[in-house]
């Protein structure tokens, strides 16, 4: 449950004015907000980690052109499927679940590796590379050494973009937040080339990005924040706890444990649920990593992304006060 002080409260309530504990943390908070929205901040590259040697440093907008393309017949083929750091995102991992037609986290136990996301500090799953005696490489689990990706149709959003990246930036001064795209170039690739023109959003639509953009969004925004405040002091001036880093974690890589959390906890007693989504929870991954990263925003960062009884903001409302000495 997120810090009851940070919950914007209106001084003519019921409950009185605000105290002097609570003006200060409401002052300190509103400098802390304000260094945020002044700072520009350079989010999420693709889900590919890269040394920033081949990211070419332009900013590629859809109507953009490109030259690349990438087919068997080339020289080049399956070489950006060895050693690779790709970031399993959660909608990577339901398009797999349904490929293997098991779940999610079936999924990460046979073909990921937990890790952290070094900019956020957050816990995520990383795709597994294979360790091959008297190998120096170390191929993609999915790999087929002649026919390549065995699962090109779900592959994750990381490998569709390439060579293309996908970042976010919030501008200074501006509470929108602008995606853009730029090129990696690698010297194992080819592809670049190729005589195949195509402007940045027809490479986009041909390999698919679209629903993974979309599925994907708030779970990076998390990604992106909490990446973001590690340079102001994280969320309310310290780190995401281990409580809420195990919790983003099961809701990353294992639906159904959060569902377990969601309908056999106290959830819907603390917060307002309708009747009719608590039907489609029971069903949808979909809806429910939709109300996991919108309970994850309430929680780190206050966002006003779900609703909380009355009666549990106002027992929270008091504790704190009483925790302060205000009685």
């Known amino acids: 449950m997120s810090d009851p002080r940070k919950t914007e409260l209106d001084?003519?309530?019921?409950?009185?004015?605000?105290?002097?504990?609570?003006?200060?943390?409401?002052e300190e908070e509103a400098k802390r907000r304000a260094a945020e929205h002044d700072m520009e901040m350079p989010i999420v590259t693709a889900m590919k980690e890269t040394t920033p040697e081949p990211v070419q440093p332009v900013r590629y907008r859809a109507s953009d052109k490109l030259c690349f393309d990438c087919h068997k017949g080339i020289s080049c083929w399956n070489a950006c499927c060895y050693d690779t750091d790709i970031?399993?995102?959660?909608?990577?991992?339901?398009?797999?679940?349904?490929?293997?037609?098991?779940?999610?986290?079936?999924?990460?136990?046979?073909?990921?590796?937990?890790?952290?996301?070094?900019?956020?500090?957050?816990?995520?799953?990383?795709?597994?590379?294979?360790?091959?005696?008297?190998?120096?490489?170390?191929?993609?689990?999915?790999?087929?050494?002649?026919?390549?990706?065995?699962?090109?149709?779900?592959?994750?959003?990381?490998?569709?973009?390439?060579?293309?990246?996908?970042?976010?930036?919030?501008?200074?001064?501006?509470?929108?937040?602008?995606?853009?795209?730029?090129?990696?170039?690698?010297?194992?690739?080819?592809?670049?080339?190729?005589?195949?023109?195509?402007?940045?959003?027809?490479?986009?639509?041909?390999?698919?990005?679209?629903?993974?953009?979309?599925?994907?969004?708030?779970?990076?925004?998390?990604?992106?924040?909490?990446?973001?405040?590690?340079?102001?002091?994280?969320?309310?001036?310290?780190?995401?706890?281990?409580?809420?880093?195990?919790?983003?974690?099961?809701?990353?890589?294992?639906?159904d444990a959060f569902r377990q959390f969601v309908f056999n906890s106290s959830f819907f007693e603390r917060y307002l649920v309708e009747p009719a989504m608590r039907e489609e929870l029971a069903t949808s991954d979909e809806a429910l990593l939709k109300l996991a990263c919108d309970w994850l925003r309430n929680v780190l960062f206050n966002e006003p992304t779900i609703a909380v009884k009355e009666h549990v903001l106002r027992e929270a409302i008091a504790k704190a006060r009483r925790d302060m000495g205000g009685g």
């Open 11 to 26: 001084p003519d309530s019921a409950d009185g004015p605000l105290s002097p504990e609570e003006e200060r943390y409401a």
């Open 87 to 255: 970031m399993l995102t959660p909608y990577d991992l339901q398009r797999l679940a349904g490929h293997f037609e098991c779940r999610p986290a079936d999924v990460v136990r046979l073909f990921g590796s937990p890790s952290v996301h070094d900019r956020s500090n957050m816990p995520v799953v990383k795709l597994k590379m294979l360790d091959r005696p008297g190998d120096r490489r170390k191929p993609c689990v999915f790999l087929d050494e002649v026919d390549g990706c065995t699962v090109y149709e779900n592959r994750p959003a990381a490998c569709r973009y390439y060579p293309l990246g996908l970042a976010a930036v919030k501008i200074k001064e501006q509470d929108s937040i602008e995606n853009f795209y730029f090129m990696v170039r690698e010297p194992h690739c080819h592809g670049h080339d190729e005589p195949k023109e195509q402007t940045v959003a027809e490479f986009r639509e041909a390999q698919g990005v679209e629903p993974y953009d979309q599925q994907n969004a708030d779970w990076i925004y998390i990604l992106m924040k909490l990446t973001s405040w590690k340079s102001v002091g994280g969320p309310w001036g310290k780190e995401a706890d281990a409580r809420t880093k195990k919790m983003f974690y099961m809701a990353s890589t294992d639906i």
